[in-house]
C-alpha cells in the first residue's frame, strides 16, 4: 500500500517543544507561569513553527521533584490554573495546528498521593499492593542510584508497616506497581482522561524503570507496554507515546516493540546525543559518525527522538570516563557545572562559550540528523542557565521575552540568569528584529527541516569524508535526496564528498541557496565556513529543486 499523505504519521516528522507552563509565562501576575501565560504565547509557537508541545508535569504536586512527584493525576496544579484555563489552552493550540503531549509520571507517585498514603496505613489496606514492598529487600547496587547526592539506596523502611518500599529515584517517590493488574488499568484511565481532553499522546517517564520494578515480576514486561499503546491508539489511532529509555542501542530496540513497532511509537535517543557533544568537544565528526551508523533503524512508523538538551542534567552516562572526562574539560569544566559525577547542569550557548557560529551550527546539526527534533524551550533564543539554582533547576529558568524580563509583571519566583545571558541580553522581542538572530537562525532551521521529509523518513548513510571535522551524510527517500554537511571545526575547509548515483545532479544548499555541481566521478567539492553547515538538495540540472522537495513528500510512504 502507498499512501501519499505524510501527516498520517505526523511524529516522523513533527517539531517538538519542551516547556514547563511554570516556566513560560506568567499569566496572572503571581511570578508563577501558568495555563493562561502559555496560551497567550501560542501564536509565537505556531509562528516558530514547531508542531507539538510537550508539557512537563502540571498535576497538583508538592513540588520535590519539580512536578514529577504527582499527587494527582486527574487534575492541574492550582498555581498553574485550573481545568478550565487547560481546556482553553487546548482549544487555541488546536486552532494554530499544535498538537499537544503531556508528561506521563506513572513509574511512581509523591509519597503524598492519596494511594501512597492508604497503602503505608496498614498491610491489608486494599492500596498496599499498589507499591512494591520487600521485608528483605535486594542489596543495593550504589552505581545505579539515580540521585546519588540525595539517595544512597532503592529502599526505605517503612516504620509503621515495618516493610521497605521501592523507590528508583527520590525516597518520597514510591514506585507504582505494575505488577498490579489494577494499577495498570488506573493508567490507562489516566491516559484515557487527557486523551478526551485532546491531547495527542504521552511522553513516557522512566520507561525502563516502570516495567522491570514490580512485584512480582511480569512473566513478560513488555506485555505492559503493548497493551498500553494498544488502550491509546483504539481511542485515537494517531496517539503516541515517546519514551525516556536511556539503555543502550541492543536494549533500548526492545522498547519500540521488537520489530513490532507496538509498544513506544518515538524513543529518545540518548546515545548520539552522547556522542554528539563528544564530537563537539573534540570539533570531530567521529563519534558522531560512529553512533549514526551503529544507531538501527525504528521499526516501521517508529522514530527516534533528537535533541542535544533537555530539562534534566546533559547525561553523559554512556562515554567512557575518558571521554566524559573530555566533554567536562570543554563544556563543564568548574564542579559547579557538573552534576552526579555523569552530567552538566547548563544548557548549550554557556557550553559552547557563546560563540554564535557555533551554536548555530550546533542546532543546525540537531534539525538535520535523522530523526524527529526536540527543542527544549527558550533554546530558540540561547537562553542561559543559572548556576545559583539548585541542582538539575539550573536550567529551569524562566523564559526571557523582553529585554525587562517579560516573563511576569511581577519579580519572578525562580531568578532568571545574570550578565551575558541576562534578559536584556537575551530575549525574544529583540531577536525578532535581528535577521542574524539565533531565533530567525532556529526559525528558517525548523521551515527547512519540514520542507525535507527525507531528513525524518529517509534512508541515511554516514559518507566518507576526508577532513575528520566534517560529518557529511545523505538521506534518501525514494528519488529524493539531501545531502547535509556540518563543520565542527574552527577553520575554514573544503570538503569532498562522493555521491554515488548522483552525478551530474545539481546540490542546492537550502541554506544559502549556494549550489554545486556533481562532477563526472560523482563527486563534489563543497567549501564548509569555520562551523559552518550545509543542507543539500540534490536534483538533476531540468527539475527545481522545490519539486523534488514535493516529490518526497509525496513518495515517502507508510507503507
Ligand atoms: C526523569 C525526569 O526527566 C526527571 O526530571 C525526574 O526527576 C525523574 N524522571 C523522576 O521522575
Known amino acids: 500500500m502507498r499512501l501519499t499523505f505524510t501527516s498520517d504519521l505526523w511524529w516522523k516528522n513533527a517539531v517538538i517543544y519542551c516547556l514547563d507552563v511554570e516556566t513560560f509565562k506568567d499569566g496572572n501576575g503571581d511570578g508563577v507561569g501558568d495555563f493562561r501565560g502559555l496560551t497567550q504565547q501560542i501564536d509565537y509557537l505556531a509562528g516558530l513553527g514547531v508542531t507539538c508541545l510537550w508539557l512537563m508535569p502540571f498535576f497538583p504536586t508538592p513540588n520535590r521533584d519539580d512536578g514529577y512527584d504527582v499527587v494527582d493525576f486527574y487534575s492541574i496544579d492550582p498555581r498553574l490554573g485550573t481545568l478550565g484555563d487547560f481546556v482553553e489552552f487546548m482549544r487555541t493550540a488546536k486552532d494554530r495546528g499544535l498538537r499537544v503531549i503531556a508528561d506521563l509520571v506513572v513509574n511512581h507517585t509523591s509519597d503524598r498521593h492519596p494511594w501512597f498514603q492508604q497503602a503505608r496505613s496498614s498491610r491489608d489496606n486494599p492500596y498496599r499492593d499498589w507499591y512494591v514492598w520487600s521485608d528483605t529487600p535486594e542489596p543495593d547496587d550504589p552505581s545505579q542510584v539515580v540521585f546519588p547526592d540525595k539517595e544512597n539506596s532503592f529502599w526505605e523502611f517503612d516504620e509503621r508497616t515495618g516493610q521497605y518500599y521501592l523507590h528508583s529515584f527520590y525516597k518520597h517517590q514510591p514506585d507504582l506497581n505494575v505488577g498490579n493488574p489494577e494499577v495498570r488499568d488506573e493508567i490507562a484511565r489516566i491516559l484515557g482522561f487527557w486523551m478526551e481532553l485532546g491531547l495527542s499522546g504521552f511522553r513516557v517517564d522512566a520507561v525502563p524503570y516502570l516495567i522491570q520494578n514490580v512485584n512480582p515480576k511480569l512473566p513478560d514486561p513488555h506485555e505492559f507496554l503493548r497493551d498500553l499503546r494498544?488502550?491509546?491508539?483504539?481511542?485515537?489511532?494517531?496517539?503516541?507515546?515517546?519514551?525516556?529509555?536511556?539503555?543502550?542501542?541492543?536494549?533500548?530496540?526492545?522498547?519500540?516493540?521488537?520489530?513490532?513497532?507496538?509498544?513506544?511509537?518515538?524513543?529518545?535517543?540518548?546515545?548520539?546525543?552522547?556522542?554528539?557533544?563528544?564530537?563537539?568537544?573534540?570539533?570531530?565528526?567521529?563519534?558522531?559518525?560512529?553512533?549514526?551508523?551503529?544507531?538501527?533503524?525504528?521499526?516501521?512508523?517508529?522514530?527516534?527522538?533528537?535533541?542535544?538538551?533537555?530539562?534534566?542534567?546533559?547525561?553523559?552516562?554512556?562515554?567512557?570516563?575518558?571521554?566524559?572526562?573530555?566533554?567536562?574539560?570543554?563544556?563543564?569544566?568548574?564542579?559547579?557545572?557538573?552534576?552526579?559525577?555523569?552530567?552538566?547542569?547548563?544548557?548549550?550557548?554557556?557550553?559552547?562559550?557563546?560563540?554564535?557560529?557555533?551554536?548555530?551550527?550546533?542546532?543546525?546539526?540537531?534539525?538535520?540528523?535523522?530523526?524527529?527534533?526536540?527543542?527544549?524551550?527558550?533554546?530558540?533564543?540561547?537562553?542561559?542557565?543559572?548556576?545559583?539554582?539548585?541542582?538539575?533547576?539550573?536550567?529551569?529558568?524562566?523564559?526571557?521575552?523582553?529585554?525587562?524580563?517579560?516573563?511576569?509583571?511581577?519579580?519572578?519566583?525562580?531568578?532568571?540568569?545574570?550578565?551575558?545571558?541576562s534578559p536584556e541580553r537575551v530575549n525574544v522581542a529583540d531577536q525578532k528584529r535581528d535577521p542574524g538572530s539565533l531565533l530567525r537562525w532556529i526559525q528558517l532551521l525548523i521551515e527547512r527541516y519540514r520542507e525535507c521529509p527525507e531528513l525524518a523518513w529517509g534512508e541515511t548513510t554516514v559518507l566518507d569524508c576526508d577532513h575528520p571535522a566534517v560529518l557529511a551524510y545523505r538521506c534518501d527517500a525514494e528519488e529524493a535526496t539531501v545531502v547535509v554537511a556540518h563543520n565542527l571545526s574552527d577553520k575554514a575547509v573544503d570538503a569532498e564528498l562522493t555521491l554515488k548515483g548522483l552525478r551530474s545532479c545539481v546540490l542546492t544548499d537550502l541554506l544559502t541557496d549556494d549550489t554545486f555541481r556533481i562532477g563526472d566521478r560523482d563527486a563534489v567539492e563543497l567549501p564548509l565556513d569555520p562551523h559552518g553547515s550545509r543542507w543539500l538538495r540534490a536534483t538533476t540540472p531540468e527539475v527545481p529543486p522545490e519539486d523534488a522537495s514535493v516529490k518526497a513528500r509525496a513518495t515517502a510512504s507508510p507503507s
Open 230 to 421: 494498544a488502550f491509546m491508539c483504539r481511542r485515537e489511532g494517531s496517539s503516541i507515546l515517546l519514551g525516556e529509555v536511556n539503555l543502550p542501542y541492543d536494549e533500548l530496540l526492545a522498547y519500540f516493540g521488537d520489530g513490532n513497532g507496538d509498544e513506544l511509537t518515538m524513543c529518545f535517543d540518548f546515545v548520539t546525543m552522547q556522542r554528539a557533544w563528544l564530537a563537539l568537544a573534540r570539533g570531530e565528526a567521529a563519534p558522531l559518525a560512529a553512533a549514526l551508523r551503529e544507531r538501527p533503524r525504528p521499526p516501521k512508523d517508529s522514530q527516534w527522538a533528537v535533541f542535544l538538551r533537555n530539562h534534566d542534567e546533559l547525561t553523559l552516562d554512556k562515554l567512557t570516563e575518558e571521554e566524559r572526562r573530555e566533554v567536562f574539560e570543554a563544556f563543564g569544566p568548574d564542579k559547579d557545572m557538573q552534576i552526579y559525577g555523569r552530567g552538566l547542569r547548563r544548557r548549550l550557548p554557556t557550553m559552547l562559550g557563546g560563540d554564535l557560529r557555533r551554536v548555530k551550527m550546533a542546532y543546525s546539526l540537531l534539525f538535520s540528523l535523522p530523526g524527529t527534533p526536540v527543542l527544549f524551550y527558550g533554546e530558540e533564543i540561547g537562553l542561559g542557565e543559572n548556576l545559583r539554582a539548585e541542582g538539575r533547576m539550573a536550567v529551569r529558568v524562566p523564559m526571557q521575552w523582553a529585554p525587562e524580563g517579560g516573563f511576569s509583571l511581577v519579580e519572578p519566583e525562580r531568578d532568571m540568569p545574570e550578565g551575558a545571558y
